[in-house]
């Protein structure tokens, strides 16, 4: 237990560090290595749109560790021959300690947030961790075992299976073989995870699985949130004096009364007179291609529900100053 503790508390004081290096990065991202600019940007960019930032980019992943954590741990619980031995290890005392309202409030926003080809490994998690949590507490009631270890899991995969069905189907028939592994095999593990393993391979089922993806965890977060937008994309448009109209295209850090600050695509700082600027226009930030074409009732396997039901920006005709081209006077 004073182990535990130990790793626990090392733990929760690595944590809070993590985001601050996050934003960190990103800025020194930003501005291409180039530390007057990056202080430049911190001097300017707001703390709240970092965070904004932060937290719209990466929401995703809380739910992506809560509940994995939770199915790991129990499955160690309940595979271990001696609790005892178990409750040694920092997963299974994470799992046991983590409240019921947590795992449920973790499954709504992964509901909301994960895109659709994810939500049957979500199914599976969630049968998994209600599966493990019945055996730990009422692994004397064999009826309750029964419905929640075998009749929900395959409840569970049998509705999956009809909501998913025409998009495995899509998905072979377009080669798309990552998008059918996705849709498809998870509701079938679903059924091999409601239960305890041999204890002999606990720990090797369970360990290295949570070692693995805590390794890899911060560099796959990092890459995503580098390419997070944290200042606007604008065109200013200039007025030279005994010249043609010029463009430049980059991100505005801040406007005063005598200068307009752009960060322009190759990474240099302008200070414009504001006198020559002749108008600024917002630019929609280039939307990433979609790897996948296959579509489940309607509904892109790239798409998250909240996607779904926010209202979304109507494309628009791209604006000629956003090209790189001043309007014709």
């Known amino acids: 237990m004073r182990r535990s503790r130990a790793q626990q508390n090392w733990l929760l004081s690595v944590l809070p ?36 930032a932060l937290v719209i980019t990466l929401i995703w ?7 994995p ?3 790991l741990g129990g499955l160690l619980l309940v595979s271990a021959r001696d609790p005892l031995d178990a409750g040694r290890s920092l997963l299974a005392v994470t799992a046991l300690r983590m ?16 895109q659709l080809r994810f939500l049957p490994a979500l199914v599976m998690l969630l049968v998994a961790i209600i599966g493990l949590t019945a055996w730990q507490r ?18 569970a995969a049998l509705l999956v299976y009809a909501w998913v069905g025409p998009g495995v189907v899509a998905a072979l028939r377009e080669r798309e073989w990552s998008t059918a592994v ?31 993806a ?31 109209p010029a463009v430049l295209n980059g991100h505005i850090v801040t406007v005063d009364d005598t200068t307009t600050t752009l960060l322009d ?12 600027v002749r108008s600024k226009t917002l630019c929609p930030e280039r939307a990433q291609a979609p790897a996948a074409a296959v579509r489940v009732r309607g509904w892109h396997v790239e798409q998250s529900a909240l996607e779904w039901i926010a209202p979304a920006r109507r494309p628009e005709p791209a604006d000629p100053r956003c090209l790189g081209r001043p309007l014709t006077p």
Do not use: C, K
């Open 138 to 155: 009422h692994r004397d009631e064999r009826l309750v075992l029964v419905v929640l270890t075998v009749a929900v899991p395959a409840a």
């Open 61 to 67: 992943t809380v739910p992506a560790v809560v509940l």
């Open 265 to 276: 695509r190759a990474g240099r700082v302008r200070f414009l007179p504001n006198g020559e």
């Open 214 to 244: 805590a390794l890899l965890a911060p560099f796959a977060i990092g890459a995503v949130f580098l390419r997070a937008p944290i200042l606007p994309s604008a065109a200013v448009e200039l007025d030279r004096p005994g010249g043609p």
């Open 99 to 114: 409240p019921d309202w947590v795992v449920v409030l973790a499954a709504l926003l992964a509901a909301l947030t994960w």
């Open 69 to 71: 954590l939770r199915a």
């Open 17 to 52: 560090a993590f985001p601050l290096i996050l934003l960190a990065l990103r800025l020194w991202y930003l501005s291409r290595q180039d530390l007057p600019t990056m202080l430049l940007l911190v001097q300017y960019v707001s703390p709240f749109g970092l965070i904004s």
């Open 182 to 212: 996705l849709l498809a095999v998870p509701p079938a593990l679903a059924l091999l995870l409601t239960g305890p393993v041999p204890a002999r391979s606990a720990r090797l089922a369970t360990h290295w699985p949570a070692v693995g």
